[in-house]
């Protein structure tokens, strides 16, 4: 739940914990004279925000006269973006499996099949029969920094120009879920394009099609996917609960397939008789609102089959985006501080940055299958 700005001021001072950038401002403001600063500047940037021209007038002269009040308005913005990256809907989790990195190295997602062995008969006085020997399968991930800077401008702050500044709550956030968004669903397709991510849709791993999405050739992709072997014990694969998954393009004809009660069978005699859908129920609809176009890909949904596809890092302590300001006032000829509104020494910019890290990559391919839709 998102919470507004007077809950964020109130929320602050108990939130101090870790060893963040966010964290450390958090214990800085741990006094009364800072929360009580927030609490006021909590508000005026409410009234702002619901068009007050006062509170407008209020707020640009307590950002340019007051270190204290700009202190306490970027701690909040501080909280705020990180409140406002929490409650923003990625699409990534509908297909990744997500996992932790210790640190920046990359860590390989190792797993030791046995296969759906079965005990065997141990006769009297005889000794156990040895298990068929684990295949390895390793798939490396590693995390990687993101991040971009925006600068808000001093001729901006002359302007009273405060929605600029007041953009970077809302945008910076954004940006990090679209960061995980395009990293994550560009291992399955091309984003500009929609056409699938031939670098794990090909011929060599055995799962890329052309056949067109309908009743009889997804039952047929279900029951491939489901029925598929061990190499060595020839034991079914547990294929987990699949998903098809499509784009806004396919998302009524897969509607049609998925969620109709009855469908029309031959009676063999020229005729036609209705029988239970037979596909209700048995797969997950998902759509995934990024993908143009109009291939479609069926998988396990995350987290249920041991042989994950799709797999997305976050680096242990770094798993939120930071996001902070840069003080490079200089200080002033006569000596003291001056405030950050006043701009960077160098070009007169307030910059704001954001860093993001995490980590994409591809994992087993046999419990998968894209199709362009181009066949019959």
Do not use: C
């Amino acid at each position: 739940m998102t919470m507004n700005l007077l809950e964020i001021a109130e929320a602050i001072e108990a939130e101090t914990r870790g060893t963040s950038p966010s964290a450390h401002r958090r214990r800085l403001a741990a006094n009364p004279a800072v929360m009580e600063a927030a609490l006021g500047m909590a508000r005026l940037i409410t009234h702002y925000r619901e068009g007050s021209k006062r509170a407008a007038l209020e707020l640009t002269e307590a950002l340019t006269t007051s270190d204290l009040a700009q202190f306490a308005s970027g701690m909040l913005i501080d909280r705020e973006m990180l409140q406002n990256y929490d409650s923003l809907p990625t699409q990534w989790p509908k297909f990744l499996t997500e996992t932790t990195l210790k640190d920046f190295k990359p860590k390989y997602m190792s797993t030791l099949e046995l296969g759906a062995q079965v005990f065997k008969d141990v006769p009297e006085r005889t000794a156990y029969p040895m298990a068929e020997g684990p295949e390895l399968g390793e798939y490396p991930i590693q995390g990687k920094k993101t991040g971009l800077l925006w600068g808000f401008s001093f001729e901006a702050g002359v302007n009273d120009d405060l929605d600029q500044l007041m953009l970077v709550p809302r945008q910076m956030p954004q940006m990090a879920v679209d960061t995980e968004d395009d990293r994550g669903l560009r291992l399955l397709v091309n984003l500009e394009t929609g056409a699938l991510n031939t670098g794990f849709f090909n011929a060599g791993n055995g799962n890329i099609g052309t056949l067109v999405l309908n009743a009889t050739n997804l039952q047929t992709v279900l029951v491939s996917l489901r029925t598929k072997r061990d190499p060595k014990s020839g034991a079914i694969i547990p294929s987990g609960r699949l998903q098809l998954v499509v784009g806004y393009a396919l998302e009524a004809e897969a509607e049609r397939i998925l969620n109709v009660d009855r469908v029309q069978v031959s009676d063999g005699a020229g005729g036609f008789t209705y029988e239970p859908n037979p596909l209700k129920g048995k797969v997950d609809l998902v759509v995934n609102e990024k993908q143009l176009g109009e291939s479609w890909v069926v998988m396990p949904k995350p987290g249920t089959a041991r042989r994950a596809p799709f797999w997305f890092a976050r680096v242990r302590g770094y798993e939120r985006p930071d996001f902070r300001y840069k003080a490079d006032q200089g200080r002033a000829i006569g000596g003291g501080d001056i405030v950050v509104n006043e701009g960077s020494f160098d070009d007169d910019t307030i910059w704001y940055r954001g860093r993001h890290i995490m980590g994409v990559a591809h994992g087993d391919p046999t419990l998968t299958y894209g199709s362009d839709n181009t066949g019959v």
